[in-house]
């Protein structure tokens, strides 16, 4: 039962371009969203979340969109640079759930220059 | 700041032995900590929450007698392997939860286990 599914598990992006990713699910008790990044080896990084009352949050390059009610959220990555190559992770929490993240498989990004 | 450690970050043990992986939290007191594992090419999979001074709390599927996890303090949690098998092989992740409200878990770097 994979409540967090990240349905692309590569993405390929020319530098300078924006890097869409997205991620869906199935829980509706979910209310607080988060992305994380990975590099071969180590643990994920934060990078940007959000809480189910808001449809946006933005920091810097990256922003997250949230769709509750297509159960849908995506990163935004404008300007994509070399360095953002990395998997990225959709993570989705329950108030209710004792704070613990349920992972989406993960897709990996390739910044082409 | 929110920086978690791991030690070590690679270990390579014979089948039948036990493995002791630490988890720090070096800036930040941790009530609660989380163990992942993630087999090659997979998401991550929670395996237990460890809240300090409590037993911890596994999920589903996770044997509680092989997978031992001890958070002795605010800043530290170690996952012991024991009897480890070849299948047991997998990285391994904690994260730590600053403070008791909020979602974002920091991170280790991961542990590598190996057993042959």
């Known amino acids: 039962d994979q409540q967090v599914k990240q349905n692309s598990p590569s993405l390929s992006v020319q530098e300078g371009r924006i890097s869409i990713l997205n991620c869906d699910y199935t829980?509706?008790?979910?209310?607080?969203f988060l992305w994380y990044k990975k590099y071969p080896a180590e643990g994920p990084t934060f990078l940007i979340s959000?809480?189910?009352?808001?449809d946006k949050n933005e920091d810097g390059r990256f922003t997250v969109f949230l769709n509750k009610s297509a159960k849908h959220l995506s990163l935004h990555i404008v300007p994509s640079q070399p360095g953002d190559s990395a998997v990225y992770f959709c993570?989705?929490?329950?108030?209710?759930?004792?704070?613990?993240?349920?992972f989406g498989q993960g897709t990996r990004l390739t910044i082409n220059p | 700041g929110a920086v978690v450690s791991q030690h070590p970050s690679r270990v390579i043990c014979k089948s039948g032995t036990s493995v002791k992986i630490e988890c720090r939290s070096l800036?930040?007191?941790?009530?609660?900590m989380f163990w992942y594992r993630q087999f090659p090419k997979q998401s991550l999979m929670l395996m237990a929450t460890?809240?300090?001074?409590?037993?911890?709390?596994?999920e589903q599927g996770v044997e509680k007698d092989k997978f031992l996890i001890n958070h002795a303090s605010l800043t530290l949690s170690t996952l012991t392997v024991t009897s480890a098998h070849p299948e047991d092989s997998s990285f391994y992740i904690c994260?730590?939860?600053?403070?008791?409200?909020?979602?974002?878990?920091?991170f280790g770097p991961g542990t590598r286990l190996t057993v042959t």
């Open positions: 993570a989705a929490s329950a108030h209710q759930g004792a704070q613990k993240l349920v």
């Open positions: 829980n509706s008790m979910f209310d607080y």
């Open positions: 959000i809480s189910s009352i808001k």
């Open positions: 800036d930040f007191q941790a009530t609660t």
């Open positions: 460890s809240n300090e001074g409590s037993k911890a709390t596994y």
């Open positions: 994260s730590g939860l600053p403070g008791l409200a909020g979602f974002e878990q920091y």
